[in-house]
Nanobody
Framework: QVALVESGGGLVQAGGSLRLSCAASGRTSTRYGMGWFRQAPAKEREFVAAISWSGSTDYADSVKGRFTISRDNTKNTVALQMSSLKPEDTAVYYC?????????????????WGQGTQVTVSS
């Protein structure tokens, strides 16, 4: 079992920045792929960003150039640096981990999920 705990969410004005962090505990491994997803009210959960165990990254088109995902394998953490935030970025953000290294933009490949952290961007 792997437990994931997100932190760093909050309220920010449009154009501002936030840094989300996800801490993994339990049967962690540096070979895990890690991803961030988000879900806005009345919308489906959507892919935001992912990073493979080797450090390869992938981003949703809507956040490219604004968000950066990174990982620290020594601390079993993954971060999502979000800049130039827009009201449409408002959502609950979830961290997830998977044993797989492909299709990291697909929610179904992830085994473990955090509880989520709320990000609200005001206009």
């Amino acid at each position: 079992q792997v437990a994931l705990v997100e932190s760093g969410g909050g309220l920010v004005q449009a154009g501002g920045s936030l840094r989300l962090s996800c801490a993994a505990s339990g049967r962690t491994s540096t070979r895990y792929g890690m991803g961030w997803f988000r879900q806005a009210p009345a919308k489906e959960r959507e892919f935001v960003a992912a990073i493979s165990w080797s450090g390869s990254t992938d981003y949703a088109d809507s956040v490219k150039g604004r968000f950066t995902i990174s990982r620290d394998n020594t601390k079993n953490t993954v971060a999502l640096q979000m800049s130039s935030l827009k009201p449409e970025d408002t959502a609950v953000y979830y961290c997830a981990s998977t044993y797989l290294s492909t299709s990291l933009d697909r929610a179904y490949v992830y085994t473990y999920w955090g509880q989520g952290t709320q990000v609200t961007v005001s206009s």
